[in-house]
């Protein structure tokens, strides 16, 4: 198997390269819905501490609509990478689905906290939506 080093000590098989970068980016290019896939958990194996894998199959749990699996994967990129935006908006989102809406809203202030722009609507929104509750 061929392995790419990227100075820093780690080296990552070029499959799990592939896996992390290049199919998330070719599946926004041509419109695809990410879809699980046993490259996820193979690409795991090379490179556990890769936070882009777990995000990517949280994408592809929260496309077939399974919400806690997304979740989890989220947050075990969050876990990796506490700074992730994308995953604590992706997570916001699955929580909002299952109407978890306090849990929703504390991963948007999270991103507000780090100092991410968000939208003032969807703030608003949810936490309308927490009042109601």
Excluded: C
């Amino acid at each position: 198997m061929m392995r790419i080093s990227f100075g820093y000590g780690s080296r990552y098989s070029w499959y799990a390269v592939t896996v992390v970068f290049h199919l998330p980016a070719v599946n926004k290019i041509i419109g695809a819905v990410p879809v699980y896939s046993q490259d996820y958990e193979q690409a795991l194996r090379i490179t556990p501490r890769s936070p882009d894998v777990y995000y990517n199959r949280g994408l592809a749990y929260f496309y077939k609509q399974d919400y806690d699996k997304a979740i989890a994967d989220y947050t075990q990129a969050l876990l990796l990478n506490p700074r992730y935006s994308n995953a604590y908006h992706n997570r916001a989102i699955a929580y909002y689905m299952k109407k978890e809406y306090q849990k929703a809203l504390a991963d948007i202030q999270r991103m507000q906290h780090l100092e991410f722009k968000i939208d003032d609507k969807l703030l608003k929104a949810l936490r309308d939506k927490v009042t109601a509750e």
